[in-house]
């Protein structure tokens, strides 16, 4: 079983909907994060959680939301989807240890098309 | 602002060969980079990592190399294997403390059999 998952895999809804995308882990750690994958773009991190309850901005936050009520759950919400928030979503976690390995784990990605 | 940028978008490469992908960062003050790998329909997948007090670093058939003074990384696969085929991406942190990662554009690796 995959470490990292994330639902649904594939997603496409309308403007003004609301959608959730969830993520689970099964890798014990702390940090949970939420990227957007554009075309040429890269990934941007949108909101990152160091803990249950712990939320932080990322740099491309404004349109979504996200909720970390347990370690092993962290999901993003749009609350009024927009077309232009189509793109793939990637969830990532990682176990911060001073001095070591700093790897985030990504899960297989939601492809979200909003029309 | 800061980027993280890639000199090319494409490479292909003949099987067995070694390739070379580079990155360049705008941050002097970044101390620390990794390099992902991207397979169609997959997430990212950590393939090396980097702090700034170094400047070379091996894994299993993959080198990073990182040059302060132009603020150049790069990642030398050898012996490409058609498995390497995906899109590779480096990303920078400004903190080691801090598990912001800031990603560059990626760079499309192709290995042709």
């Known amino acids: 079983d995959a470490d990292v998952t994330q639902t649904p895999r594939n997603r496409i809804t309308k403007t003004g909907k609301r959608i959730m995308l969830e993520c689970s882990q099964t890798?014990?750690?702390?940090?949970m994060y939420w990227y957007r994958q554009d075309p040429g773009l890269g990934l941007r991190l949108i909101y990152y959680s160091f803990d249950v309850k712990d939320i932080n901005k990322g740099e491309i936050s404004d349109g979504y939301s996200v909720s970390r009520q347990a370690q092993a759950k962290f999901s993003l919400s749009l609350e009024s989807a927009i077309p232009n928030q189509t793109a793939l979503y990637f969830c990532a976690t990682s176990d911060w240890t001073s001095g070591l390995n700093n790897e985030q784990f990504f899960g297989p990605g939601t492809r979200l098309t909003v029309l | 602002g800061e980027s993280v940028g890639l000199h090319l978008p494409t490479l292909s490469v003949q099987e067995g060969d070694n390739s070379i992908i580079n990155c360049a960062y705008s941050?002097?003050?970044?101390?620390?980079f990794i390099w992902y790998k991207q397979e169609s329909g997959k997430g990212p997948q950590f393939i090396i990592d980097i702090r700034s007090n170094m400047d070379k670093r091996q894994g299993q058939r993959v080198t990073v190399l990182l040059n302060k003074t132009v603020k150049h990384l790069s990642l030398q696969i050898a012996a490409t294997q058609p498995g390497d085929s995906a899109v590779y991406f480096c990303a920078e942190k400004f903190d080691f403390g801090n598990e912001k990662l800031t990603f560059g554009t990626g760079t499309r690796l192709t290995i042709i059999p």
């Open positions: 890798k014990g750690h702390d940090r």
């Open positions: 941050n002097s003050a970044s101390d620390y």
